[in-house]
Structure formats: structure tokens, C-alpha cells
């Protein structure tokens, strides 16, 4: 394991990410917020105002991740369960959560997005590796979950990808002392399987839209282990064009 790795980090995110590129990135979210909530495909909507706003593929792919229509911020926001966790059983994106918290307490980029989840731009294409804040981001998983008295947590792991075993066993090991059962399936239908639950944890957009409720718990534990997180905010971006 590598002593100090920034998960999600690139050379040119500061000048991407910060400073004089926020308002860009800011028009540039308004514009495609406006044009889906027109009918226009987000794919095709995102790659014109790239070209307008000349983006970065890494800007690009940022708004395509945090803006969203109106609509799909409705149907998400009413699933959201804010309060009244006690004795329920949690099911957790394995990946999509571990690795956003392995970015945020690497300091890297971070966005709020329309829907209020908290999403990145690590991806996760078959590799992954543990990292030296992998243990960080489990215990603190572990420990609002016990702050809620949640019964159990079940973890899904997409199989196919490199380590998911290796993380599996970590995760076990690592919140085999807190006081609620645990659970890790290493599958190859995460997705599929997420979208059928309630009580879930992910920021996937799919997952979100198709499962019967779900859980902010990477909101909840980067404001309570970091604080004030200097996300790239998009909640804002919808007061632009209404």
C-alpha cells in the first residue's frame, strides 16, 4: 500500500477546478442545466458547451456528473431519507463510496452536485487499489453508522475489479467491532441489485433515479470528519436561467 497517494487528484485540477475557472464552469453548468430541462440529450448537450466554453475533458466530465434536470432532482430528492436510520439495514455502494471518501481526505476535487450528492472524478475502470486512506474512509463509514444504530450494513463490490477481495477482507476486518451486523457481496450486478433497495448509499445517478430510497452518508461523514469541504458547488447553478 503506498504510503501517500491523492486519490482523484491531476496536475492541471488546480487550474481547472479553482480560482478563475469556477464562474466558466458555473456559466457553463447553467447552460446545460437550461438545455436538458429543453429535451436535449445530456450527451450531446454537454459536448456543445464544451466546445462553446472550450473545457477541459475533465471539466466536461464534471458537469455531466453534477447537472442534472429538474425532474431527476425532484424524484431524487423525495427518496432521500434524512432522519431515522435506528434498526435499519444500510446497502452501500461499495466503490462509488470508498472511493469518494479516499478523495476527499486526499484533498482533491470535490462537487455538490444538482441533487445533492457528493460525486468526483476518480473513476473506476476494472482497476483499484488500496491506498493510505482506504482504512480512513472505512472506519469513518463505520462510525456514523453506528452514530445512527443502524442493525446491519451490507456492502457491494463490483467482483470483476481488481482487489475487490482485498477490500472485502478490509472492510470485515475493519468495522468487525462496531456494534451492528456486516455484510460484503462481492457481485457482478451492483448496479442491478442497488436499484431493486431501499436505504441505499451511492451517488450513482442510475441508482438513484430506480431504487426506493437512499442515504447521503458521504455528505454526512466529509461534513463531519473535514468540516467546511471546498466543494465546486452546482446546488446553485438551477437559480440561473429561472
Known amino acids: ?21 469556477i464562474p466558466k464552469l458555473y456559466r457553463a453548468g447553467c447552460d446545460l442545466y437550461y438545455l436538458i430541462n429543453q429535451g436535449y440529450q445530456i450527451k450531446g448537450a454537454s459536448v456543445f458547451i464544451g466546445n462553446h466554453y472550450l473545457l477541459s475533458e475533465r471539466q466536461r466530465l464534471a458537469l455531466v456528473r453534477t447537472i442534472a434536470a429538474k425532474e431527476d432532482i425532484n424524484i431524487r430528492k423525495n427518496k432521500e431519507i434524512i432522519t431515522g436510520l435506528e434498526g435499519s439495514t444500510i446497502h452501500i455502494d461499495g466503490f462509488n463510496t470508498i472511493i469518494t471518501l479516499e478523495v476527499a481526505f486526499s484533498g482533491s476535487p470535490l462537487f455538490q452536485c444538482m441533487d445533492g450528492t457528493i460525486r468526483d472524478l476518480a473513476g473506476l475502470r476494472g482497476t483499484y487499489r488500496l491506498i493510505d486512506k482506504t482504512d480512513l474512509a472505512i472506519a469513518q463509514i463505520g462510525k456514523v453508522l453506528e452514530e445512527n444504530k443502524i442493525r446491519k450494513a451490507v456492502f457491494y463490490l463490483d467482483a470483476p475489479v481488481s482487489n475487490s477481495g482485498k477490500l472485502k477482507e478490509r472492510i470485515q476486518q475493519l468495522l468487525r467491532t462496531f456494534h451492528f451486523e456486516v455484510q460484503v457481496n462481492n457481485i457482478n450486478n451492483v448496479d442491478s441489485v442497488l436499484k431493486t433497495l431501499d436505504h441505499v ?20 461523514i466529509i461534513e463531519q470528519a473535514l468540516g467546511d469541504y471546498p466543494y465546486i458547488d452546482f446546488i446553485q447553478t438551477p437559480e440561473c436561467k429561472e
Open 1 to 21: 500500500m503506498s504510503k501517500t497517494v491523492k486519490r482523484g487528484y491531476f496536475p492541471n485540477d488546480e487550474k481547472e477546478f479553482y480560482g478563475e475557472a
Open 201 to 220: 448509499v451511492t451517488s450513482d445517478a442510475i441508482i438513484l433515479d430506480k431504487c426506493r430510497s437512499w442515504f447521503n452518508l458521504t455528505k454526512v
